[in-house]
């Protein structure tokens, strides 16, 4: 029992709540004397035991402001924990200049995330994962912080991939609506993304230092050039190649009888999306898609969706 009383202490204080008052000669001969007497008046100090014959006061009052003290001790203990780690780390590999930063608070994280999103001159690569951040007017085209010192707008190559939960989310909808009002390119991949990751310009990345599910979902890893990037980008590209474009650029057969619709609608098929799905990806009803998709059909002379994906992937499909 750890309440600095030690073990006689313990033992005492357990054999009063079984046997009751107890008379102190009777405890100092069971419990040998010296011990016991010492044991005994550490008891009655802490309110433990009172009276005579000596009684165990109930574990619900005697214990409880020892269990709220320690929890306080506890609290103090790990916040100023978190302090030292802090200065540690701040003046150790993981600082503000060296090639890894680690970031624990949220305004340099957001920070962070807004130099690498309005700061990039080229690309940005991006995985966006649950839990969705809508795209909000800072990051329109129109924000000082994406203009160049002679008043030019940066337009950077933006590519995101969301992961298949977003259709589940209406604000993770508008995100992903207003990224492509703003010219992004944008694929839904059908796997659950490994993390969430920004790469901006092919040289400065933020990623979390934990995996998804771990308790500490804060910690953030600003990562600067070097192979840690060039790992990065082939993950990028990995899930980039195997998610399915949110428009498709591909156009219909040489006669003309599919549109970008049709076509969008064939791969996500393939990606192995709902009908309710499809519908919120295209911002159509779910009445139009299945006229669609029989419309397709017909045309193909098929008679169930995966003939109707043979069929597409021989004739209309590059």
């Keep these: 029992m750890p309440l600095g009383i030690g073990d006689v202490g313990a033992s005492l204080y357990q054999h009063l709540i079984e046997v ?24 009655r100090d802490m309110g433990l035991v009172v009276g005579e014959p000596a009684a165990a006061r109930h574990p619900d009052y005697a214990l409880r402001p020892m269990v709220a003290q320690a929890e306080y001790s506890l609290a103090r203990l790990k916040a100023r924990t ?9 003046h150790t590999a993981h600082g503000p200049n060296s090639p890894i930063e680690l970031m624990t608070s949220r305004q340099r994280i957001a920070a962070a995330f807004d130099d690498l999103s309005l700061g990039a ?14 795209l909000t007017a800072v990051h329109a085209p129109g924000d000082p912080a994406r203009r160049n010192p002679d008043g030019t707008v940066r337009r ?14 209406e604000p993770a909808m508008t995100g992903l609506r ?15 993304l490994p993390f969430k990751l920004i790469i901006s310009d092919r040289k400065t990345a933020m990623v979390p230092r934990w995996p998804r599910g771990y308790s500490d979902q804060m910690s953030t890893l600003l990562v ?4 840690l990037i060039e790992c990065m980008i082939v993950v990028f590209e990995h899930y980039w190649n195997e998610a399915v474009p949110l428009h498709s650029d591909r156009r219909g057969s040489a006669a ?7 076509m969008s609608i064939l791969q996500y098929i393939v990606a192995g999306q709902t009908d309710d799905q499809m519908a919120r990806l295209l911002d159509k009803s779910k009445s139009t898609i299945l006229r669609r998709i029989k419309r397709m059909r017909e ?4 008679e169930s969706r995966p003939a109707l994906i043979f069929h597409a992937a021989r004739h209309w499909m590059e």
């Design 20 to 43: 009751g008052p107890t008379p102190t000669p009777e405890l100092l001969e069971r419990f040998d004397g010296l011990a016991a007497e010492t044991a005994l008046e550490r008891l």
């Design 156 to 169: 950077p190559r933006r590519r995101f991939i969301y992961e298949r939960a977003v259709l589940n989310n």
């Design 178 to 192: 207003n990224a492509v009002a703003l010219g992004a390119d944008v694929r839904v991949s059908a796997k659950e």
């Design 224 to 227: 600067r050039s070097g192979t």
């Design 256 to 262: 003309g009888e599919l549109d970008q619709i049709d």
């Design 121 to 134: 001159h080229r690309e940005v690569m991006q995985f966006i994962t649950w839990p969705f951040v809508p």
């Design 299 to 302: 045309l193909a002379g098929a």
């Design 82 to 90: 978190d302090e030292l780690r802090d200065v540690y780390e701040s």
